[in-house]
């Protein structure tokens, strides 16, 4: 357990920033921006490629000023550097905490436990590399000797969401004679349309999972060997049509995979914290090694700038004070990610396991029940689709929700009108939300006098703009570690640990007391609660149906 920290609380800067948003609580983003013409200009901040425009939030420069102070009374700098050189900081399981090591460059020095981690960090690299090279050249052949065509990545929660946003992401950097295909859930469906139209003599299956006992990975790498034994027949088609990335060579042996064909990874990498790991290495065959190489510098640059820049102009800094303030000063419950670049689309789904895996605490790490909320529900669509759907609530509800908003000066595919239609939309909606439409604006329109209050808009809706030139594989790397560096902020100051993920315990232990129940020739003895009781009832008649 870690020595009693001061409750954040009880910190002086924390009772100033109660203080001083109580007293900024009526105070608008008009008239934030009437009082300072230059606040569009001033507020803002940049990191690599990544301009932030932070200006159409409810702050003023002493909210920054405060959350400053509150970064230096909660030792944020220290907790910083204790992540980047290897500290046991993840407490309740006892490990380092190390991602920013798998993208150090390769004279890098971290230790742990004595030994410096780096060079087993490129020697991984360099073997995914060749490997990715002999998919993408045609020289790894299937058993029967055909060129493998498709790609199936075989993970749930990091080992399937960071793979298959990058791959989303960056599809337009990616080998287009290659099919990529990702399965994670348990239920079947997911594996039979991923595979309905595949030939298993030209499909390689990567089974990612750094535990490899994970249940629904483990049931559809079986489903996924029986699919492709039944076509090849001999169990030596095994070692060409499965590779793994894994943390366990023991029960990767187990399943039959040579280890010769594993990747590995270390404990020290979270799996929420692992697409830039051999975790990514479905990504690194789509892209190849330069790009996947060009994705960790990108990473590396944003840890860089988060270790070194001040926080007035730190963006991960930034983006998670901002976030606080929110959650813990305006009542807001969740924040909407929105991404204007249908590449990203996957993006919201990555980021709710990276922030809410993370940041879903409610003990402090020093074993007391928080007194303030924690971590923010995270969702979103891209834009412009969401505008069609949810952006009513957003615009006129009665919840605030910041809203993070991500665009690209250039687009990948450059199609007459589109890029200047789609990039209008996100100026107009960011300003739309800022500063509404007030009932005399209405009224001057003509709008009947009853109509007025529906057509009105309140604004003071605040939003975060993300802005980049372009997006490739570094402005990934940067996005990426952009928000992983902010939910570690919000770690901090809130006191939890975010590497840990005890909440998800529970329920699998209970599925897999339950799965005989569900499958057991004669009547089972239930001893859950009644209603959970008469469920597993119910679902054993119908099914028998
Ligand atoms: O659901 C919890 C979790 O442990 C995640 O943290 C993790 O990303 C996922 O399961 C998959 O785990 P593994 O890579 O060990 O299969």
């Known amino acids: 357990m870690s020595a009693t920290l001061t409750p954040l609380t009880d910190l002086p800067a924390w009772k100033d920033l109660s203080a001083h948003a109580a007293a900024l609580q009526s105070t608008t983003l008009r008239d934030l921006f009437a009082q300072d013409p230059t606040r569009g200009t001033r507020l803002h901040a940049t990191a690599g490629d990544l301009y932030l425009d932070y200006s159409k939030h409810r702050i003023t420069d002493e909210t920054l000023a405060i959350f400053a102070q509150l970064a230096e009374q909660s030792n944020l700098r220290a907790s910083t550097e204790a992540m980047f050189t290897g500290q046991k900081i993840n407490i309740t399981e006892g490990r380092a905490v190390l991602h920013t090591a798998l993208r150090a460059p ?93 030939d298993p003599e030209e499909t390689l299956f990567i089974v990612a999972s750094k535990t490899f006992t994970t249940l629904e990975t483990m049931a559809n790498a ?11 027949q001999h169990q030596a088609a095994v070692a060409r049509h499965f590779v793994a990335v894994s943390t366990n060579a023991g029960e990767v042996a187990k399943f039959g995979i040579d280890t010769a064909n594993m990747f590995g990874f270390w404990d020290w990498v979270g799996g929420r914290y ?28 944003m840890d860089v700038h988060f270790r070194t820049a001040p926080w007035g102009q730190n963006l991960p800094f930034l983006m998670g004070a901002l976030g606080l303030w929110y959650t813990n000063f305006f009542g807001a419950e969740t924040v909407a990610v929105l991404p204007y670049d249908q590449y990203l689309k996957r993006f919201p789904a990555y980021l709710q396991q990276l922030t809410m895996e993370s940041n879903g605490k409610h003990i402090t790490i020093d074993g007391r029940h928080v007194t303030y909320n924690t971590g923010a529900i995270f969702w979103g669509e891209p834009g412009t689709n969401g505008q069609h759907s949810f952006y009513q609530l957003i ?59 529906h057509r009105t808009f309140e604004g003071n809706r605040p939003t975060s703009t993300i802005l980049a030139e372009k997006m490739t594989p570094e402005v990934l790397g940067q996005l990426v570690a952009l928000y992983e560096h902010a939910t570690f902020v919000q770690g901090i100051l809130w006191q ?9 315990e529970l329920g699998k232990k209970l599925a897999v007391q339950i799965i005989p129940e569900l499958e057991s020739a004669t009547e089972p003895t239930l001893n859950h609660d009644s209603s959970t009781n008469t469920l597993i009832r119910r679902y054993r008649a119908l099914k028998r149906k």
């Open 395 to 453: 615009h006129q509800g009665t919840r605030l929700i910041p809203c993070d908003i991500i665009a690209f000066a250039q687009s990948l595919n450059p199609l007459g009108q589109h890029h200047d239609l789609l990039m209008s939309n996100v100026f107009a909606q960011a300003e739309a939300l800022a500063f509404g439409k007030t009932a005399d604006q209405v009224r001057a329109e003509g709008t009947p006098e009853w109509l007025i209050p």
């Open 222 to 232: 079986h489903t996924a060997r029986v699919w492709s034994l039944a076509k090849l």
């Open 274 to 301: 692992s697409m830039d790991s051999a975790i990514g290495l479905s990504t690194m065959v789509a892209l190849g090694p330069d790009n996947f190489r060009k994705m960790l510098a990108g990473f590396h640059t």
């Open 496 to 504: 939890i640990d975010s590497f840990d993920q005890w909440g998800v």
């Open 106 to 198: 390769a004279d890098s020095v971290v230790l742990v436990d004595g030994e410096n981690v780096i060079p087993g960090v490129h020697a991984v690299l360099d073997k995914m590399a060749a490997f990715a090279d002999s998919i993408r050249s045609g020289t790894w052949l299937g058993y029967t000797g055909k060129r493998i065509r498709n790609i199936v990545n075989i993970g749930i929660g990091g080992s399937d969401l960071g793979p298959v946003m990058a791959y989303e992401a960056l599809k337009h950097y990616s080998q287009r004679d290659l099919t990529f295909r990702f399965v994670s859930n348990v239920d079947g469906t997911d594996f039979a349309e991923a595979v309905h139209d595949l």
